[in-house]
């Protein structure tokens, strides 16, 4: 069974930045990925970015390019993402996702077989 547990959401002035953390509970020699994804009021979830982990293969969507930024702790088994310049159009809770290997890692909310309960992020104007 995996676990993942965020941390790191808050309010922010628009322009500021945030660090959210996703330790994962994971029992394997194998890559995998993860995923950040948010889900903003009365709008689906949607993918933020994703990373094999042990490799520097990453995606981002569009929206967060130039932005935001993944990073990973092997030893601690948690990816990090790096929110700079920050939007009100980046309010939303942020889950963080995990699933066995897949190149590229994929982008879908059905895809992944396990999440985190979310961190919210308030980003004021």
């Known amino acids: 069974q995996v676990q993942l547990v965020e941390s790191g959401g808050g309010s922010v002035q628009a322009g500021g930045s945030l660090r959210l953390s996703c330790e994962a509970s994971v029992n394997t020699d194998w890559p995998y990925c993860l995923g950040w994804f948010r889900q903003a009021p009365g709008k689906e979830r949607e993918v933020v970015g994703t990373?094999?982990?042990?490799?520097?293969?990453?995606y981002y969507t569009d929206s967060v390019k130039g932005r935001f930024t993944l990073s990973q702790d092997l030893g601690k088994n948690t990816l990090y993402l790096q929110m700079n310049s920050l939007k009100p159009e980046d309010t939303a809770m942020y889950y963080c996702?995990?699933?066995?290997?897949?190149?590229?890692?994929?982008?879908?909310?059905?895809?992944?077989?396990?999440w985190g309960q979310g961190t919210r992020v308030t980003v004021s104007s």
């Open positions: 990373m094999l982990t042990g490799t520097d293969n990453t």
């Open positions: 996702a995990a699933r066995s290997i897949a190149w590229p890692c994929p982008t879908t909310t059905n895809e992944y077989n396990y």
